[in-house]
């Protein structure tokens, strides 16, 4: 069946380094959505990707979707402390309205 | 509230008992999705429901597993005669049409005794 995996798990950085999450898909998404979840809170959306190569910024994130729209990747520039969370990709099928989450990676950021 | 409202916040019961949860999507918002969340985990899809349609049920674990939709708006998620590994939090999220950005309720957090 679709799979969404998410690497890394865990990603512990000092303020101010960078972190990147990516997202492999076992199959073509006919799109992308990004989500962030902060501890004890629920997911709330960041970013939707559809088109093959899209590159979308806001602010210091920075989002990927690739040539195949089978993998995607979040990338933060000099992280801060309010980056902390859980950041789950979610890649919808080409013919399902479902999407499919990925495992998540969770960031912790060291002041 | 403009927001997905789901009922109760928690809920601890027994093994072997049933439960109801229950989710309240956002006006107007067509397609409403349940997920299950175990701790530190990722999403589970368990079913997805747009409009008058046939539901995808394909995300259900267990014939114990069940959900209505009722009237194109609030829907209710039924697990009978629970186990303890159905412990979990259990959000539903809806979107304005499918394929859109989803919208999550804070969740309704399973403890099966």
């Known amino acids: 069946g679709q799979q969404v995996m998410q690497i890394p798990q865990y990603q512990h950085v000092q303020e101010g380094e960078d972190f990147t999450t990516y997202c492999n898909s076992s199959?073509?998404?006919?799109?992308i959505q990004w989500y962030k979840q902060r501890p004890g809170g629920h997911p709330v959306f960041l970013i939707q990707?559809?088109?093959?190569?899209e590159v979308k910024k806001q602010k210091r994130l920075t989002f990927q979707f690739g040539e195949a729209k089978k993998n995607s990747s979040l990338h933060i520039t000099a992280t801060q402390t309010t980056d902390v969370g859980t950041y789950f990709c979610?890649?919808?099928?080409?013919?399902?309205?479902?999407?499919?989450f990925g495992s998540g990676t969770k960031l912790n950021v060291k002041p | 509230g403009a927001g997905v409202s789901q009922s109760p916040s928690n809920k601890v019961t027994e093994k072997g008992k049933d439960v109801e949860l229950r989710c309240d999507p956002i006006?107007?918002?067509?397609?409403l999705y349940w997920y299950r969340q175990s701790l530190g985990q990722g999403l589970e899809f368990l079913i997805y429901?747009?409009?008058?349609?046939?539901?995808?049920k394909s995300g259900l674990p267990s014939d114990r597993f069940s959900a209505e939709r009722t009237g194109g708006s609030v829907s209710t998620l039924t697990i009978q005669r629970t186990q303890q590994e159905d412990s979990a939090v259990y959000l539903c999220?809806?979107?304005?049409?499918?394929?859109?950005?989803?919208?999550f309720g804070d969740g309704t957090r399973l403890s099966i005794l």
């Open positions: 999220a809806s979107s304005p049409i499918p394929g859109q950005p989803q919208h």
């Open positions: 199959t073509t998404l006919s799109n």
């Open positions: 990707l559809v088109k093959s190569g």
């Open positions: 979610a890649g919808r099928g080409e013919n399902f309205n479902k999407f499919y």
């Open positions: 006006s107007g918002h067509t397609a």
């Open positions: 429901f747009q409009g008058n349609s046939a539901p995808d």
